[in-house]
């Protein structure tokens, strides 16, 4: 099944997902109050049901990160993962959130990003935001699917450690005690919106600002209308220009194109104002360098 982008993909615009910015550079297909992008890549899905499944369509199990990570910080259609969670039931399987990297209030607006989508899932799993940065993982699920675990054996060396129970025991009441719940949608969404304007001063090299909170990505391209990826070895050098002037951001997305900014949620508004000051300050030597070899390769042509 397709990816359900609403930038890179076929189908929808950025309005479509549930994000605090917009990008006013895509026109949007959807028509009185219906999600266009949404029934498309649902019927993509349904797809992959009609052709692929076995003959009874029985399925165990979906998965699926409320906001893509790795994957480049991509957001669904709104309501796209609430329905494919009933197609899902439907056919016998289990809707399972990975909530490695959106959980534990790092969107803001919910704990669990999946609340974000309306869902109810069967098994969540987690790890990283849980031990702020002390090895540990867990998972959560209802005790009918739990039970299904003592029909064969299954171990683990390091399960049920009492010192990373006890990193994590902490960690939950610093996020309660601070309210980095509150403080990633607060200062989240002012570092979005600040990201987005730089959009007007880089045109052609801000493709997309998406996310939630304190999950952010900036999708780097090198063609406005084809949205072609900027190459690697420019990602790098802006990246590398970031790193210089002490800022660490990530890296994602299928060619690795998309900034992923997801910083410690304790940050404040003013490490926001910093981080945005250095990225417009990269992005303005790597203009400046850009023009300048394209300049070198012309001349020396003539």
């Given at each position: 099944?397709?990816?359900?982008?609403?930038?890179?993909?076929?189908?929808?615009?950025?309005?479509?997902?549930?994000?605090?910015?917009?990008?006013?550079?895509?026109?949007?297909?959807?028509?009185n109050g219906?999600?266009?992008?949404?029934?498309?890549?649902?019927?993509?899905?349904?797809?992959?049901?009609?052709h692929?499944?076995?003959?009874?369509?029985?399925?165990?199990?979906?998965?699926?990160?409320?906001?893509?990570?790795?994957?480049?910080?991509?957001?669904?259609?709104?309501?796209?993962?609430?329905?494919?969670?009933?197609?899902?039931?439907?056919?016998?399987?289990?809707?399972?959130?990975?909530?490695?990297?959106?959980?534990?209030?790092?969107?803001?607006?919910?704990?669990?990003?999946?609340?974000?989508?309306e869902?109810?899932?069967?098994?969540?799993?987690?790890?990283?935001?849980?031990?702020?940065?002390?090895?540990?993982?867990?998972?959560?699920?209802?005790?009918?699917?739990?039970?299904?675990?003592s029909?064969?054996?299954?171990?683990?060396?390091?399960?049920?450690?009492?010192?990373?129970?006890?990193?994590g025991?902490?960690?939950?009441?610093?996020?309660?005690?601070?309210?980095?719940?509150?403080?990633?949608?607060?200062?989240?969404t002012?570092?979005?919106?600040?990201l987005?304007?730089?959009?007007?001063?880089?045109?052609?090299?801000?493709?997309?600002?998406?996310?939630?909170?304190?999950?952010?990505?900036?999708?780097?391209?090198s063609?406005?209308?084809?949205?072609s990826?900027?190459?690697?070895?420019?990602?790098?050098?802006?990246?590398?220009?970031i790193?210089?002037?002490?800022?660490?951001?990530?890296?994602?997305?299928?060619?690795?194109?998309?900034?992923?900014?997801?910083?410690?949620?304790?940050?404040t508004?003013?490490?926001?104002?910093?981080?945005?000051?250095?990225?417009?300050?990269?992005?303005?030597?790597?203009?400046?360098?850009?023009?300048?070899?394209?300049?070198?390769?012309?001349?020396?042509?003539?």
């Open positions: 099944t397709r990816n359900p982008d609403v930038y890179k993909g076929p189908w929808g615009n950025p309005r479509c997902r549930d994000s605090p910015v917009t990008s006013n550079k895509m026109k949007c297909q959807c028509t219906e999600c266009l992008a949404c029934e498309m890549y649902l019927e993509d899905f349904e797809n992959v049901f009609r692929s499944l076995p003959s009874n369509g029985r399925i165990a199990g979906f998965i699926a990160e409320s906001i893509q990570g790795v994957g480049g910080v991509v957001q669904y259609p709104r309501r796209y993962l609430q329905r494919v969670q009933k197609r899902i039931r439907q056919n016998g399987g289990l809707f399972i959130a990975d909530e490695v990297q959106t959980g534990f209030g790092r969107t803001g607006e919910h704990f669990w990003g999946f609340k974000a989508h869902v109810e899932p069967d098994i969540i799993t987690m790890a990283k935001g849980i031990g702020n940065g002390f090895p540990m993982a867990a998972v959560a699920t209802k005790a009918k699917i739990a039970e299904t675990l029909r064969a054996l299954h171990f683990n060396t390091f399960g049920g450690n009492p010192l990373a129970c006890a990193a025991c902490a960690v939950l009441d610093i996020i309660e005690e601070e309210d980095l719940q509150k403080n990633s949608l607060v200062v989240g002012y570092l979005l919106h600040r987005s304007a730089l959009m007007i001063d880089h045109p052609t090299t801000i493709g997309d600002i998406r996310g939630k909170g304190l999950m952010i990505g900036v999708e780097l391209i063609d406005v209308e084809k949205k990826p900027l190459p690697a070895e420019q990602v790098a050098d802006i990246l590398e220009d790193k210089n002037m002490n800022v660490l951001v990530g890296k994602g997305g299928l060619n690795f194109n998309v900034l992923r900014i997801k910083p410690p949620m304790c940050i508004k003013e490490d926001a104002d910093y981080t945005v000051d250095v990225l417009n300050k990269a992005l303005e030597r790597h203009r400046d360098k850009y023009l300048r070899d394209k300049e070198s390769v012309f001349f020396s042509a003539v």
